[in-house]
Nanobody
């Protein structure tokens, strides 16, 4: 059974940092396209970062220069380092991974998703 489990969320003050983790089990997610999304109450889901192994990472303009992804392939884990956090970063953060044979473009419709981890940034 494939599972993606996010962790590392919490409450921080503006300017602080958090590191999210997405641990995958059941298949080699970290060898495939993976992404971080977020959704704030009343807002649409936003793609935060999307990354492929040994390839470039796309970051949303709203997080560029502050957020960084990394992956540990042996541990089958994706990370999101979030620095200089702002109140507008407050959201539920989800990781997603492409299925076998899937691509980054298909991740939202057919990818595997975690349950999310809440990030709250206070001013």
């Amino acid at each position: 059974q494939v599972q993606l489990v996010e962790s590392g969320g919490g409450s921080v003050q503006a300017g602080g940092s958090l590191r999210l983790s997405c641990a995958a089990s059941g298949y080699a997610a970290a060898s495939r396209c993976m992404a971080w999304f977020r959704q704030a109450p009343g807002k649409e889901r936003e793609e935060v970062a999307i990354t492929v192994p040994y390839g470039p990472t796309y970051y949303a303009d709203s997080v560029k220069g502050r957020f960084t992804t990394s992956r540990d392939i042996p541990k089958n884990t994706l990370y999101l380092q979030m620095n200089s956090l702002k109140p507008e970063d407050t959201a539920m953060y989800y990781c997603a991974a492409a299925r076998d044979g899937g691509t980054c473009s298909s991740i939202t419709k057919t990818g595997y998703w975690g349950q999310g981890t809440q990030v709250t940034v206070s001013s």
